[in-house]
Nanobody, 117 residues
Framework: QVHLVESGGGSVQAGGSLRLSCTAS??????MGWYRQAPGKQRELVAV???????NYADSVKGRFTISRDNAKNTVYLQMNSLKPEDTAVYYC?????????????WGQGTQVTVSS
């Protein structure tokens, strides 16, 4: 059974930093990443990283956020610097499992990030 456990959310002032962590268990994971959902908006991609270390970022976070991964620990991190009020959202960890040419998505419970101006 797959489990994703997130940690690291909280409240900061604009310009501050936070680091999110997500540890996955129960399978072998290919792409892992972070998505976010602000009130009244759709869930959107923040950053993803493949098992080989290739990354992809939303334009809105490029240069401010860094995603990394420890494959031995099945853990993905999101270092968030220069935070802005518009980064306020619930952040969800995502981990993908590939089985017989199909990809299955698993999600964490979400962690709140609040950035005040």
């Amino acid at each position: 059974q797959v489990h994703l456990v997130e940690s690291g959310g909280g409240s900061v002032q604009a310009g501050g930093s936070l680091r999110l962590s997500c540890t996955a268990s129960g399978s072998i994971f290919s792409t892992m990443g972070w998505y976010r959902q602000a009130p009244g908006k759709q869930r959107e991609l923040v950053a993803v990283i493949s098992s080989g270390g290739s990354t992809n970022y939303a334009d809105s976070v490029k240069g401010r956020f860094t995603i990394s991964r420890d494959n031995a620990k099945n853990t993905v991190y999101l270092q968030m610097n220069s935070l802005k009020p518009e980064d306020t959202a619930v952040y969800y960890c995502n981990a993908q499992v590939g089985i017989l040419s199909r990809v299955y998505d698993y999600w964490g419970q979400g962690t709140q990030v609040t950035v005040s101006s």
